[in-house]
């Protein structure tokens, strides 16, 4: 199984701010996804990002995958606190359908 | 579409009994996963199903976890005898045509062991 590594674990900012979260790897992914999971949900799937050097933009969310398909980040501009939850990537594995979640990142944005 | 409907949203029951969660995937979708979630160990793949096959059972922690799905449209989990450690939030979760257009999940079950 293909390990993803997410940092940080937690973070913690006010509204207005922005933020960086990564997920890191050895391995080569085919695709990777990020979700955001709230309390007492399962997680939501934000985007999917499928080639090296991909970007993609969900309104105030930039997404980018690495070049070499083993790390992606996720960029929020002018938190909100409708932002707060836990983030989730996850990758697919070259050798079939199962996705790999990372840890995740749980943030909180302040009022 | 109600998405993914899974049953009970909590269930508390003693050591040794039998726990089975049960879950509904969207219509349509091909594949199913059940996912166990703890602080410790994030979201834990435990096995899936591709067209009611089970494809890959790796993640289920021993003999006493067990799947079945055996229709389109249902899938059972069940732990006998359920220990203390099972404790966690499971999940189902089904996808159309693998990870095309990502994995919905259901609202979970959090199970405690006591």
């Known amino acids: 199984t293909q390990l993803l590594e997410q940092s940080p674990q937690f973070l913690s900012i006010q509204e207005g701010e922005n933020l960086t979260v990564y997920c890191n790897s050895s391995?080569?992914?085919?695709?990777l996804q990020w979700y955001r999971q709230e309390p007492g949900e399962g997680p939501v799937l934000l985007v999917t990002?499928?080639?090296?050097?991909e970007v993609k933009k969900l309104k105030r969310l930039t997404f980018q995958f690495g070049d070499a398909r083993k790390d992606s980040s996720l960029h929020i501009t002018a938190a909100q606190p409708g932002d707060t939850g836990l983030y989730l990537c996850?990758?697919?594995?070259?050798?079939?359908?199962?996705?790999?979640f990372g840890e995740g990142t749980q943030l909180t944005v302040n009022p | 579409d109600a998405g993914v409907i899974q049953s009970p949203r909590h269930e508390v029951t003693e050591m040794g009994q039998e726990v089975t969660l049960r879950c509904k995937p969207i219509?349509?979708?091909?594949?199913l996963f059940w996912y166990r979630q703890t602080m410790m160990r994030g979201l834990e793949l435990l096995i899936y199903?591709?067209?009611?096959?089970?494809?890959?059972d790796s993640g289920m922690p021993e003999d006493r976890f067990s799947a079945k799905m055996p229709n389109a449209s249902f899938s059972t989990l069940k732990i006998q005898p359920s220990e203390p450690r099972d404790s966690a939030v499971y999940f189902c979760?089904?996808?159309?045509?693998?990870?095309?257009?990502?994995?919905?999940f259901g609202s979970g079950t959090r199970l405690t062991v006591v």
């Open positions: 979760a089904s996808s159309l045509r693998g990870n095309v257009y990502g994995y919905t």
């Open positions: 391995s080569v992914f085919s695709s």
């Open positions: 990002v499928v080639t090296g050097g």
């Open positions: 996850a990758g697919e594995e070259t050798s079939g359908s199962r996705l790999t």
């Open positions: 219509s349509g979708h091909d594949y």
């Open positions: 199903f591709n067209n009611n096959v089970p494809i890959d």
